[in-house]
């Protein structure tokens, strides 16, 4: 069953129908649904964002979409959490859940909160269902960049959102854990990185890769340092001050990072609140920048952060 | 010859009214045991929701550890609900109860709270969850008093009509 197939079976009936008959018949891969209480259900294929028909196709026009009522919603969550939704209490607090195959669905609706923490969603109006999607060898180009007479290098990869960065860093952790050989731990505070599911990864990652799924990336890069001597830490999204004091132990240690984060250039990086201190050390010896300007994972930049002021490479 | 069959006769009478005696006080014994069961079963259940498992898991672990058609019913809805087919909960749940409900041992009244169950078994809060259940659990163990006390009573009362009344048959005819 190929990785989008099984999306179609946590939809519920109307939705499920549609959603296979066009994965049967649109070229291009499903990318995202969104569903929300009455209004059409949207699907994104093809870097297009379109309304859902109930015969599969994608239309420009709303009023062929499939309605989505509150009923219709309510079975999706039942068969997205296999009727366990209370099992998903930690992950609804923020504000997605990780589905078997890797799947993130965001979702919105009534805030419940005790102070300023979140204690639940209830009434679910809105569901992002991101469907995963793996590239397996989308990192050969950058691999010879940041591979060294020492080994890997410390690599930063800085882009937008949804211009696959994660996508890259999976294939990236893939390549160094069963070509280079090397033991990879990975800190998947979202489950993006190996979509893991009862905690056991739904991506490819490679045969000596460990995950500490669902863990705070600070916390989590400590704990696999301490017990499952790693020789590479791979981490998405950095940019907490409290991250910083763990990959400067991590760095101290002589374990390889591979992290990513938001921005759009390398100036993004150097004037991110925290950063400085990172950019100061040098803490990154590759730091690869990409955009969406020709596709997700378009490589537009890699600099050698050891040489002078930030020498580019590509 | 006739005097031959017509002892037998009424020793068949005799015998099937001390059955039928036996068998309304060991009916008792069977709903009493059922009762049981379905407790151990709600527990385990909340047990297994407490730890976060899934409701599947729940499920098939209670399908594992408790015998019989209970079991079964538990077996079935984790098989269900691993099957995706689009129904929800509460139809599965109902459903699996009403088709194993000759296996169960338990009355009109207890199947319907049974099947009430379902209902509340989606819930989004593992602590409201386990409150219906402990709610469940509350009244099976009220209708185990109940029943237990009723044996108590009547249950020395069949045995004995079913003899008694065996015996007046055969007096009576003879």
Redesign the interface.
């Known amino acids: 069953m190929q990785k989008q197939d099984t999306i179609s079976?946590?939809l519920?009936?109307p939705l499920?129908e549609a959603v296979g008959r066009m994965i049967n018949h649109t070229v291009y891969p499903l990318e995202e649904i969104r569903l929300r209480v009455n209004r059409p259900a949207m699907a994104y294929a093809g870097r297009k964002k379109m309304f859902l028909t109930s015969q599969g196709r994608l239309s420009d026009s709303e009023d062929e979409g499939i309605q989505v009522t509150s009923a219709m919603l309510e079975?999706t969550l039942?068969?997205m959490?296999?009727?366990?939704?209370?099992?998903?209490?930690q992950e609804?607090k923020n504000g997605y859940i990780t589905l078997e195959g890797g799947h993130r669905v965001g979702l919105c609706g009534k805030v419940v909160a005790d102070g300023d923490r979140i204690k639940?969603i209830?009434f679910i109006s809105s569901l992002n269902i991101r469907i995963a999607h793996e590239i397996i060898g989308c990192a050969d180009e950058i691999m010879p960049w940041i591979r060294g007479a020492q080994g890997i290098y410390h690599t930063l990869l800085i882009s937008p959102p949804r211009c696959g960065k994660t996508t890259l860093l999976r294939d990236l952790i893939r390549q160094i854990s069963d070509g280079e050989k090397m033991q990879v731990g990975v800190v998947d505070e979202r489950s993006e990185i190996a979509g893991c599911y009862r905690g056991i990864p739904q991506n490819t990652v490679g045969l000596r890769t460990d995950i500490l799924d669902g863990c705070p990336k600070q916390e989590g890069m400590l704990m696999l340092l301490r017990s499952m001597g790693p020789q590479v830490i791979a981490v998405d999204e950095i940019g907490r001050i409290e991250e910083i004091q763990a990959i400067t132990t991590i760095v101290n240690s002589g374990v390889k990072l591979l992290c990513t984060i938001h921005g759009n250039s390398l100036d993004d990086f150097l004037n991110k609140p925290g950063m400085d201190e990172l950019a100061a050390n040098r803490v990154f010896q590759r730091i690869i920048v990409l955009s969406g300007r020709k596709g997700p994972g378009t490589l537009e930049q890699i600099y050698d952060g050891e040489k002078g002021d930030y020498a580019v490479l590509l | 010859m006739q005097f031959y069959c017509k002892m037998m006769g009424l020793c068949f009478l005799g015998l099937t009214s001390a059955m039928a005696g036996l068998w309304m006080s060991r009916r008792m014994d069977v709903r009493l045991k059922e009762y049981k069961e379905l407790k151990r079963a709600l527990y385990i259940l909340a047990s297994e929701?407490r730890y976060?498992?899934?409701?599947?898991d729940a499920a098939e672990m209670v399908g594992k550890r408790i015998a019989g058609g209970l079991g079964r019913v538990f077996t079935d809805l984790s098989e269900d609900?691993?099957r995706?087919e689009?129904k929800?909960?509460d139809e599965?749940w109902s459903e699996g109860v009403r088709k194993r409900q000759r296996e169960l041992n338990l009355d009109e009244e207890d199947c319907m709270m049974l099947c009430s169950l379902g209902k509340h078994?989606?819930?989004?809060?593992?602590e409201l969850?386990q409150n219906q259940i402990a709610l469940l659990e509350q009244y099976v163990q009220d209708k185990q008093e109940r029943l237990a006390e009723e044996k108590r009573t009547k249950g020395r009362m069949y045995k004995s009509l079913g003899i008694l009344g065996g015996i007046l048959i055969m007096v009576v005819l003879l």
Do not use: F, H, V, W
Not at chain 2, 121 to 126: I, M
């Open positions: 079976r946590i519920c009936p499920r079975k039942e068969l959490s296999n009727y366990s939704l209370y099992a998903y209490e609804l639940t209830r | 929701i976060s498992a899934s409701l599947s609900m691993d995706k689009g929800s909960l599965l078994l989606a819930g989004q809060d593992a969850l």
